[in-house]
């Protein structure tokens, strides 16, 4: 059975898509409005009830969907890359990215579905539970939208000049470390004027997507999944994620699932690379 095209799987079967995020968020909802329990994974890191069950659900749906299309999640055993270095194009999943957001109740937490080929994030479906909203994010379209009961408002990163003084940063509630505080520092000395804004998940990258900051950099571990789907919003919504030394992010080109360190922008078009001051040594 051939399973649909992207662009399909952009437009006739978004609903399915939707759908299928938001079933994985309400399962997540059950356990977050539950008195939980916490348990840990190898990493250390928390791990819920609601991480399993909204897999369960995202994939019976995706394969119901989409049979032919094999998928990397967090919650499964990773395939070889022998295996998986051979596909062109995938499933990434994360059921529920910022875990310690869930444990915390603030909220910030997200469900994360993207489709890679040929190792960059094309579409991108991100559910963010409590807020009952999904974005959604089509790079080859350049089309990004975030829908909520109230409809659907189209997104589009902030467009800088070379001359703005002004900077919004957002930046982990969870994941911060003295390198990225004197990386921030050093942003700091070229923008006087620059703000800090807290956001947990994969919601740093969404809130790029929708113009209410103009950087995120990254000194530190993530996974693939962690930021696969929302740097599809992001992508389509006219921003960029680059590594370090300014290449760009790839995915499923290694062994490892981890990403190198990395700084998401809302505007592509701005020359960053040129602007920002070079990421600090490491300890």
């Known amino acids: 059975m051939n399973s649909p095209t992207t662009m399909a799987l952009a437009d006739e079967h978004n609903p399915t898509l939707m759908d299928i995020v938001r079933r994985a968020g309400e399962e997540i909802l059950q356990v977050y409005n539950s008195d939980f329990a916490v348990e840990t994974k190898q ?11 909204a897999h369960a659900v995202i994939a019976e749906g995706l394969q119901r969907l989409a049979p032919d299309i094999p998928i990397i999640s967090e919650e499964s055993a990773l395939p070889d890359f022998g295996e998986r270095s051979r596909w062109t194009r995938y499933w990434l999943v994360d059921p529920l990215d910022g ?15 993207a489709l890679i080929e040929n190792h960059t994030p094309v579409l991108g479906w ?21 829908e909520n009961a109230q409809g659907r408002t189209s997104l589009q990163g902030k467009h800088r000049l070379e001359q703005d003084t002004e900077l919004t940063v957002v930046a982990s509630r969870n994941h911060g470390g003295a390198r990225l505080e004197r990386y921030l520092e050093m942003i700091g000395e070229q923008f006087p004027a620059m703000q800090r804004r807290p956001v947990g998940s994969s919601l740093k990258l969404c809130a790029l997507a929708a113009g209410e900051a103009d950087i995120y950099p990254r000194l530190g571990p ?12 992001l992508c389509a919504a006219g921003g960029r994620v680059f590594c370090g030394d300014g290449s760009a992010l790839t995915y499923n080109s290694k062994e490892s699932i981890l990403n190198p360190e990395f700084i998401a922008v809302a505007d592509a078009q701005f020359p960053w690379p040129q602007v920002l001051p070079p990421l600090p040594p490491q300890d």
């Open 222 to 233: 993530t996974s693939e999944w962690d930021i696969g789907a929302a740097q599809a919003v």
């Open 126 to 146: 991100v559910g963010v539970p409590v807020q009952e909203q999904v974005y959604f994010g089509n790079v080859p379209a350049g089309i990004a939208w975030v």
């Open 43 to 53: 990493d250390e890191s928390p791990l819920t009830q609601a991480d399993l069950a």
């Open 99 to 113: 875990t310690k957001e869930f444990v915390n109740r603030n909220g910030e937490f997200t469900v994360n579905i």
